[in-house]
């Protein structure tokens, strides 16, 4: 009795820990959004812990001096809420004045934002083109999947991951739904081909694998973030530069690819 008794209660407290309301969730990312929009981290709709660790393209940084502390006219945004990890992901698309696209994860301790993470592309990243990005984000249809047909989360996240393994492994076969498009940066693969699996990446030179994969999972939207390390490609960062691939997967299957990644110097030196 006492031993039930207790596993239930057990039970209870880690479902307390871990999960969180999509309200909830949904109401964070909006604050986040104004935040951004004001310019200002301390709007009292946005609910950071006290300690909350601020993080710009993998660098810790002084959130009075990140890109959140000055206001950008936000044209567009996107967001994933993943209730069972307590996570947010957010894209937002800013080409009418300010020209950004602005990844953010945000993670939750007890309701409070604990860590803020962003990769903020701007002028000289890779592929940028913020008019592009704006543009073509907007076209994309990433309605609430019906309940039935919603895939579960390891799915989804599966999905995202062969598409990163097949960069460095020819031989893992991404699951391309028919049509696939990539936004990678401002340049766009589906335009003009709406019927076409476009996404498809050939293999990069080996050895390359892509680490230190963080993950936001949300079943409604059918969709994965993916903060990553990108390899290769930034010629003064081999092991890695940081980078985000917003992903929407059907039925299994990916439909949308964002990719967003930063380079230390104009479009990674290539
Ligand atoms: C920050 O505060 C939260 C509670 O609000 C706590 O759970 C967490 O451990 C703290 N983190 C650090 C790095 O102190
Ligand atoms: C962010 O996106 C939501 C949902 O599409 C929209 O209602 C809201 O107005 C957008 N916020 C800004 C500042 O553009
Ligand atoms: C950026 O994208 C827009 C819209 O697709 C296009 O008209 C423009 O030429 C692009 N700019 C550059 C520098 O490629």
Redesign the pocket.
Known sequence: MLYSALLVGAALASKAAAACTREQLEAATAAYVAAQAAGNPSISSLALAENVTYIENDEPTDIAKGVISTPITVDFNRSLHDTTQCATFTEISAATKEKYVISTRLLFTDDKITTIQSVVANDGDWAF?A??QL?WTKQEKWDPIPEDKQDKREVIQAAGDAYLDSWGDGTVKAPYGTPCARLEG?SYTGSGRPTANTCFMPEFPKPFKVENRRYVIDEVLGGVGIFNDFPFIDAKKPNGTSSTNFIRVEGGQIRYIHEVTVCSTRNCGR
Do not use: K
């Open positions: 083109n008019t592009g543009y401002g």
